[in-house]
């Protein structure tokens, strides 16, 4: 019953719980000053499926209104963490990433999703390539060719040949997430199905998946480009 998160609690004299869904699909708790934390849980608890249908919904918004703007403070996902986008009328190449933010050349700002997205593709293709050679030497589950996709929300994929394939978006997932949809698709090629088996090979390579997973389904939302 551990398992709804609660972003947020704000204790102040009052009588009453309130629970409210915030338009990033967060969930914050009011609730009275000593109230304790079981207590609060088990409030959450009993209103899971009103909060679930709540967030689904604050997603979905959520996708149809962040419409990148490509403007100066903005921020952009990469490996799980928001950096601000700074334009500036010098740069070349067009697009550069400082570890701290992204600098965009002005000449480029019309074109910036395009940028954006070859930025990300060229970073998606060389971390996940590394990636998937550190898990196949450490598993010996031998694999063919890597491609990257535009999927929407097919994060990865594995052809009958050993070819795998995984969408640029999962560039802007922790590097721990990324790991877990790598091993997912390399255990494919010996297990195709999600049986037991499937699992268990998947666990051997990446301990704690289950986290990684769950973190996927509750987050992918914030890969929409
Ligand atoms: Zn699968």
């Known amino acids: ?108 700002v019309e074109n910036a999703r395009e940028v954006f997205i070859g930025w990300y593709k060229k970073q998606a293709y060389s971390k996940i390539s590394e990636r998937v050679a550190r898990y196949s030497s450490s598993s010996g589950i031998k694999y063919n060719k890597i491609n990257i996709t535009n999927a929407q929300k097919r994060w990865g994929s594995c052809s009958i040949k050993g070819n795998l394939n995984f969408s640029w978006r999962l560039i802007m997932a922790p590097l721990k997430v990324i790991d877990y949809v790598v091993v997912h698709e390399l255990a494919h090629i010996e297990e195709r199905n999600h049986s037991r088996k499937f699992w268990d090979k998947v666990k051997i390579m990446l301990p704690d998946y289950k986290k990684h997973k769950n973190w996927l389904k509750e987050n992918e939302y914030l890969f929409f480009f």
């Open 1 to 108: 019953m551990d398992d709804i998160k609660i972003d947020k609690i704000i204790r102040t004299r009052r009588r009453t719980f309130a629970l409210e869904i915030k338009s990033d699909a967060s969930l914050i708790v009011r609730a009275p000053e000593h109230a304790s934390y079981e207590t609060i849980q088990k409030i959450v608890y009993k209103k899971r499926f009103w909060i679930s249908e709540k967030q689904k919904l604050a997603k979905e918004k959520y996708k149809k209104t962040d419409q990148k703007e490509f403007v100066n403070g903005e921020g952009f996902l990469y490996l799980g963490n928001i950096y601000k986008l700074f334009i500036t009328d010098k740069t070349y190449p067009p697009i550069i990433f400082d570890n701290n933010s992204f600098i965009l050349s002005s000449e480029y």
